[in-house]
């Protein structure tokens, strides 16, 4: 049997164009996570790492907020999914 909280999982809703987001179990979204923040410490277009204090410019910032933008997106659909799974069960009590 398919735990309620896992219906709907594996749909893609898209955001903006060339952006969807894929509908996962809380899990999958603990396991995204690590991946995002060691690219966060980065620098765009390396694999060099950021030392402490290294003062960070405008091409750092807009790397960050494409993966702050991204993960909004994922965290405000994935939840929007939860929340219409719990309500949805309730509604059929």
Same mark, same amino acid.
């Given at each position: 049997?398919?735990?309620?909280?896992?219906?709907?999982?594996?749909?893609?809703?898209?955001?903006?164009?060339?952006?969807?987001?894929?509908?996962?179990?809380?899990?999958?979204? *603990?396991?995204?996570?690590?991946? =995002?923040?060691?690219?966060?410490?980065?620098?765009?277009?390396?694999?060099?790492?950021?030392?402490?204090?290294?003062?960070?410019?405008?091409?750092?910032?807009? =790397? $960050?907020?494409?993966?702050?933008?991204?993960?909004? $997106?994922? *965290?405000?659909?994935?939840?929007?999914?939860?929340?219409?799974?719990? =309500?949805?069960?309730?509604?059929?009590?």
């Amino acid at each position: 049997m398919t735990p309620p909280s896992c219906i709907g999982h594996g749909r893609r809703y898209p955001i903006r164009r060339g952006l969807s987001v894929r509908v996962a179990p809380p899990t999958d979204w *603990a396991n995204e996570s690590p991946k =995002f923040a060691k690219r966060a410490y980065l620098l765009p277009g390396s694999a060099e790492k950021i030392e402490a204090g290294e003062k960070l410019d405008e091409a750092y910032a807009d =790397f $960050a907020l494409s993966i702050i933008q991204r993960r909004l $997106a994922q *965290a405000g659909v994935r939840l929007a999914n939860e929340l219409n799974e719990i =309500f949805a069960q309730s509604a059929d009590v």
